[in-house]
């Protein structure tokens, strides 16, 4: 996957994350959870766009793990979310399903980054 095609990705999931916080019952806990998630959310795309720019490889890299956390922080949220939101739960799985293919990508981008620069490092 090119890095335009997961900007783009990245960019629709955090759409797609406050499409479905317009749609959830106005409460404490959901406006506490959903403001969470959209930071959170909104952060993986920003911040997958700033690791584009990178200054370096270990910058790069630096910021592909910002985005893991914060992928996975947004999982985290809508685990929360469904618990509390029963009747909304097959978009919240949408959403939740679309959250942990991007962080596998994240992450085996992560795990290739540092084999390429282990392999750098041994060759030199």
Known sequence: ????????????????IGKLIIELPNNLLNKNYSNQLVRCSSSVGANYRAACRAKSTADFLNKLKIVEEEL??????????????????????????????????????????????????SSL
């Open 1 to 16: 996957m090119n890095s335009e095609t997961l900007k783009a990705r990245t960019k629709t999931y955090s759409i797609s």
């Open 72 to 121: 996975d922080e947004s999982m985290f949220f809508l685990e929360l979310l469904e618990e509390f939101n029963p009747m909304i739960k097959k978009e919240i799985q949408k959403n939740w399903k679309e959250g942990n293919e991007l962080l596998a990508i994240i992450v085996s981008s992560i795990i290739t980054i540092r084999k390429n620069e282990q392999n750098r490092k």
